[in-house]
């Protein structure tokens, strides 16, 4: 791609707030399936997470006792909610799996602080239930454009209260499946799709806090490793797909998610065989159209070996579904503007070449013909079921401190927070930058992804919130689904050229000088490390780096000359002692 190139590219007018930095070009193209499926995931709701609304984990005395109460700005509070008295309730704190005292920081703590009063815990649910997700959502985001909704559903939604406490586990069931009828009596009013996946197991997929209960070990070992444990997930998806079937859903639930992120050491064998009989016990209930997506335990390019689900009679309509995101690690918080793009354009479509572990860009699968991967497969496609534009504030320590901050003063840290016009700016171009990548038009192999997650409570996390992008313009509105993402927006290198390197837009959370935290994989790729100049102006970059070489090279040849000196030097001075009979002693310290 010449400079030349990326300077003639034209503007378009949009609806946002933003200046537009579209690319329109003329070749307009659709996926296989014949439409591009692009959504929005509804977490944090029927399957609760602390960092997407941190006040319905900020449980007091009150709320245990059935007194219930909300927080300034708490987003799913009820009209005229009564604010807590942060001096009469009593927080409600124990020590973590990480040995803090804390609020409880998962499904599973959650239950344990309400003790024995289970009417309460129902109770601060439904309020939940009925008040985070509302009809006025869901046209909201048919508003943006989204054709699809991913709904992360717990694995004991259909259970009864009486049936967990039985088996001695400890969840909290209140309304999630009357939740879920609303949202697809929703759904099918505004024209639009229902995925749902399980988005937890037994024993924990993970060990993630989203798997229901947080461990200090990351591994799917406690599941895989426990027959008993696979087949209550295998009979999760049979009860729920039949429950959609025999509630005539279909219309509007037209694909199911097997299992969310089980963890890259998960038993293969034990994980294709449940692949297998988890298809077929959702194509037996929901019909052979149904779509069935898969998680590809964060190593995609094991799935691309010119075998799996290749068949395109028997496997249409499927997907292996890949999460992408580069706020966790902190190699990838620490970087710039272009440089966010550019780990898009390379490292998210093809794969780090220092990486030691298959292939993990979208363009890792999936194909007939690997390693050349030039025929996409007629049989299972790439999906990315879960993205963001946030960037440099590690969720989880960020989180700590709201929650000391409502321990402390009764209200959320940075619950009004405002996003600066450059950084909105930046954001814009990065969403267009994955949108683009993800979708793979080049390839073939691509056809759906999903924005996590459709909505945050206050403004610390606001990048991750969907709707609110939508609101300010940096996410751009969604086009009609037969149009290309690259035909609106331009590549990922052209999106990348615009971008403004302002590092100043960029606000890494924890400081790494202070917290240890996960480093990451090491960045190596030359278009990353070169700020895309390698890309857009490959011959500046090359004489720069014959500068710094033949620099290099001058200070190689200058120490190597230096060294062998001294060693002369060293050498006459022993031949010279030996000579006059004795050894020279070291001089005293003193």
């Not at 279909?250 to 994980?271: A, I, S």
Request: include cysteine; aromatic fraction near 12%; hydrophobic fraction near 35%.
């Amino acid at each position: 791609m010449k400079m030349q190139e990326l300077k003639d590219v034209r503007r378009l007018g949009h609806d946002s707030v933003l200046p537009s930095t579209n690319v329109k070009k003329e070749v307009e193209s659709t996926p296989s399936g014949g439409a591009w499926v692009r959504g929005v995931n509804i977490g944090g709701w029927l399957l609760m997470e602390r960092y997407i609304t941190p006040y319905q984990f900020a449980l007091t005395s009150c709320h245990v006792e059935g007194d219930l109460c909300w927080y300034p700005g708490q987003v799913n509070a009820p009209p005229n909610a009564e604010l807590c008295d942060i001096y009469r309730c009593k927080p409600i704190l124990e020590e973590n799996v990480f040995g803090e005292i804390d609020y409880p920081i998962d499904e599973h703590t959650l239950w344990k602080s309400f003790g024995e009063n289970i009417q309460a815990a129902e109770a601060w649910l439904n309020h939940h239930l009925e008040n985070f997700i509302t009809e006025d959502d869901i046209i909201a985001v048919k508003k943006s454009g989204a054709t699809h909704v991913r709904v992360p559903l717990a694995h004991w939604i259909l259970k009864s209260q009486e049936e967990i406490t039985a088996a001695g586990d400890y969840w909290i069931v209140g309304q999630r499946w009357e939740a879920f009828r609303r949202v697809v009596k929703w759904a099918r009013a505004h024209d639009l799709q229902v995925w749902p996946d399980i988005h937890t197991a037994p024993g924990s997929q993970n060990g993630f806090d989203n798997s229901g209960q947080q461990y200090t070990a990351i591994s799917c070992k406690r599941w895989s490793d426990n027959s008993t444990h696979v087949a209550a997930s295998l009979d999760v998806i049979h009860q729920v797909t039949k429950a959609i079937a025999d509630e005539n859903m279909q219309d509007v639930v037209t694909g199911f998610g097997l299992l969310n992120e089980p963890f890259k050491d998960c038993d293969r064998e034990v994980y294709f065989a449940f692949l297998e009989q988890g298809f077929d016990i959702v194509r037996a209930n929901m019909g052979k159209q149904a779509h069935v997506y898969v998680s590809d335990l964060f190593q995609p390019g094991i799935f691309n070996d010119g075998e799996w689900w290749l068949d395109a009679e028997k496997y249409h309509n499927t997907y292996l579904d890949t999460h992408y995101y580069q706020v966790f690690a902190e190699t990838t918080r620490a970087i710039s503007p272009r440089q966010h793009v550019a780990l898009t354009c390379q490292n998210e479509y093809h794969h780090p070449r220092a990486s030691k572990e298959p292939a993990g860009g979208v363009a890792s699968c999936c194909f007939q013909d690997p390693p050349r991967n030039s025929i996409p497969s007629q049989g299972v496609r790439h999906m990315v079921g879960e993205w963001s534009v946030a960037v440099d504030t590690l969720p989880g320590n960020k989180l700590f401190d709201i929650m000391q901050n409502i321990l402390e003063k009764g209200i959320a840290l940075e619950l009004q927070r405002k996003i600066p016009l450059a950084r909105q700016q930046f954001l814009r171009n990065f969403a267009e930058a994955q949108m683009v990548t993800y979708e793979m038009a080049d390839k073939g192999a691509g056809g759906a992804w999903f924005y996590w997650t459709v909505k945050m409570e206050g403004g610390a996390f606001a990048e991750w919130d969907y709707l609110r992008g939508i609101r300010e313009g940096w996410i751009p509105k969604l086009q009609a689904p037969n149009v290309t993402s690259a035909s609106l927006y331009g590549t990922c290198y052209e999106i990348m050229a615009r971008t403004d390197d302002n590092t100043s837009v960029i606000h890494e959370y924890p400081d790494p000088d202070e917290v240890d935290t996960w480093l990451g994989p090491a960045l190596d790729d030359d278009v990353v490390l070169s700020h895309g100049q390698s890309i857009l102006d490959p011959k500046e970059y090359r004489n720069e780096h014959r500068l710094v070489n033949s620099t290099n090279m001058g200070w190689w040849v200058t120490g190597i000359a230096m060294v062998i000196l001294v060693a002369v030097l060293s050498a006459y001075r022993r031949f010279r002692n030996r000579k006059s009979g004795y050894t020279s002693l070291p001089q005293s310290a003193s």
